[in-house]
């Protein structure tokens, strides 16, 4: 399972694809972003980049949403 972002299910349509995908909300959402943010930030451990630290701000950015703070 993973989350989706950037469009990627209309992405998929265009290409002929059928996405399967499920709107997570309230706690499975949280629990989620908590996963993925602790996949990314051990994607970020073993390779120091731009593009890992964005993924890792982006959860961040998401979970400061879900819990109405800001990052």
């Given at each position: 399972?993973?989350?989706?972002?950037?469009?990627?299910?209309?992405?998929?349509?265009?290409?002929?694809?059928?996405?399967?995908?499920?709107?997570?909300?309230?706690?499975?959402?949280?629990?989620?972003?908590?996963?993925?943010?602790?996949?990314?930030?051990?994607?970020?451990?073993n390779d120091v980049n731009t593009d890992e630290l964005a993924d890792v701000?982006?959860?961040?950015?998401?979970?400061?949403?879900?819990?109405?703070?800001?990052?």
């Amino acid at each position: 399972m993973k989350l989706v972002r950037d469009r990627i299910p209309e992405i998929m349509k265009k290409k002929g694809k059928i996405p399967i995908t499920h709107i997570a909300e309230g706690k499975e959402f949280e629990e989620f972003l908590i996963k993925k943010l602790e996949e990314e930030v051990a994607e970020l451990k073993n390779d120091v980049n731009t593009d890992e630290l964005a993924d890792v701000l982006e959860v961040v950015r998401a979970i400061s949403y879900l819990i109405g703070s800001s990052p």
